[in-house]
């Protein structure tokens, strides 16, 4: 870090405390900037840099609802509407009792470069909630989902902020979203959300988008060197929506899902994972990564572990942030692992990322890796906005095309900065420079 840099991160710190995630996040992006700003002399002069580090809006508010049973429960929700320099704030929603300011700003500040990186119209946004949906019956879901856009519908918009899922919000949550924001408007905003259902302005392909973009991301990083996923053995950690169709897509692609895992622990199939098991016991009966080895012979169940530790050519985190810690960079370079590509936001630890690099091991970092699915959120805005509706293999297509265009922007970005194949570098870069030329472009706001 240049001096002038260091100063902008130490602010950060200072105005942000308490906020591990999103210091990580600021570092990782401010580490790849010397040379950039060197270059671009005009973005110190506004202050580029630190508006970019600065949320154009943070909203939080409280979210009362009641159990099954009548008990009152009270969450907190939120909003971090990022930066909307290259169009309405785009990001998704995430219920998980982890869910903090800190957690929402980090995926809030990487969702504007990985918004950037898809060359689509979107700024960038986050949100969501310490509601913990486990164990929570549909009409409980449903309520929440309720008390939470009452609240929020006032500050969305198909051209002000459109959120969609993220970890504890798929298709379900984001129906009750949706229905609740048509009647509280009573307008019939396709655009304002994304993730929607087929049957009320919902996108093919966007269910699978983000596992499907990471395979394909995977699959350009090993053409460089003349490979391919056909053959290889590949670990998935997780087993919800990005995992699943990152397994499904890196089969089609003729490798073989070895793992998938959950917060209790991971099972291995040799045989690769049998996905339709899979799908019947995450998709439909919302149910325990244990239950799949029940039920699959071939497929041995590991509690609590890491799943890092099984063998693999390909290394595809699927789960959440940090859950590749040091320890399992060095056992997967040890393992003999070529890639590692990020299907989840942050999943490496910085520390996990500087063994990968040493030990020879090609990183994709999430923000160019796991575009695909703001990218195909993108193009159900597109769908919405013209009232009409794609084709699953020209949507498919289009998601192809835009992972190869992110991967090339970022392979070409970090031979241009001086260090070819540093695609943490090139993304950085790449997202920081449309981003910044956008906001420079739009004065001081
Ligand atoms: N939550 C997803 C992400 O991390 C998708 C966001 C969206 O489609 O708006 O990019």
New binding site residues.
């Given amino acids: 870090m240049t001096s002038a840099v260091e100063r902008i991160y130490d602010d950060v710190i200072r105005r942000n405390p308490s906020e591990p995630e999103f210091h990580q996040a600021v570092r990782e992006v401010l580490d790849s900037l010397g040379a950039v700003l060197a270059r671009h002399s005009e973005y110190a002069d506004r202050k580029t840099v630190e508006r970019i580090c600065e949320p154009e809006r943070q909203i939080i508010f409280r979210v009362p609802w009641q159990d099954d049973r009548g008990e009152v429960h009270i969450n907190r929700g939120f909003r971090v509407e990022f930066n909307s320099a290259l169009g309405p704030y785009?990001?998704?929603?995430?219920f998980h009792p982890s869910v903090n300011l800190g957690i929402v700003k980090f995926?809030g500040f990487?969702?504007v470069f990985?918004?950037a990186l898809t060359g689509m119209p979107?700024g960038g946004g986050?949100g969501g909630s310490d509601f913990d949906p486990k164990g929570r019956s549909e009409a409980e879901v449903m309520r929440f989902c309720q008390s939470f856009m009452t609240e929020l519908y006032r500050h969305l918009g198909e051209y002000t902020d459109?959120?969609?899922?993220?970890?504890g919000?798929g298709g379900r949550e984001i129906g009750f979203l949706f229905g609740q924001y048509k009647r509280i408007t009573n307008r019939y905003e396709a655009g304002v959300l994304?993730?929607k259902g087929l049957s009320y302005g919902g996108a093919l392909v966007?269910t699978e988008?983000?596992g499907y973009g990471a395979a394909f991301f995977a699959a350009e990083m090993l053409a460089v060197h003349g490979e391919s996923l056909d053959g290889r053995t590949v670990s998935v950690s997780g087993a919800g929506n990005v995992a699943i169709y990152a397994v499904e897509k890196v089969q089609q692609l003729g490798g073989t899902v070895v793992t998938a895992s959950d917060s209790g622990g991971y099972i291995v199939d040799e045989k690769g994972i049998n996905l339709e098991v899979l799908k019947q016991v995450k998709e439909v009966e919302r149910g325990r990564i244990s239950d799949y080895a029940d039920r699959v012979p071939s497929a041995r169940y590991v509690a609590g572990g890491s799943v890092w530790d099984v063998p693999c050519d390909v290394a595809i985190p699927c789960a959440s942030q940090n859950e590749l810690p040091e320890s399992a960079a060095v056992a997967l370079v040890r393992n003999g692992c070529r890639i590692v590509v990020e299907g989840?936001?942050m999943p490496t630890t910085p520390e996990a990322v500087t063994v990968l690099r040493e030990g020879g091991v090609g990183f994709g970092p999430?923000k160019a890796a796991?575009?695909g699915?703001?990218?195909?959120?993108?193009l159900?805005m597109q769908q919405n906005a013209s009232r009409d509706r794609w084709s699953f293999e020209h949507t498919e297509a289009r998601l192809h095309e835009i992972m190869r265009g992110i991967h090339a922007r970022c392979h070409e970005t970090a031979e241009e900065y001086g260090d070819p194949g540093n695609l943490v570098l090139g993304a950085n870069v790449a997202g920081f420079l449309t981003v910044a030329e956008a906001v420079h472009a739009q004065g001081l706001v």
Avoid at 373 to 378: D, L, M, Y
């Fill in positions: 785009k990001g998704g929603l995430r995926l990487e969702q990985k918004n979107i986050k459109v959120p969609a899922g993220d970890i919000v994304t993730g966007r988008a983000t989840a936001n999430g796991n575009a699915g703001v990218a195909t959120s993108a159900e």
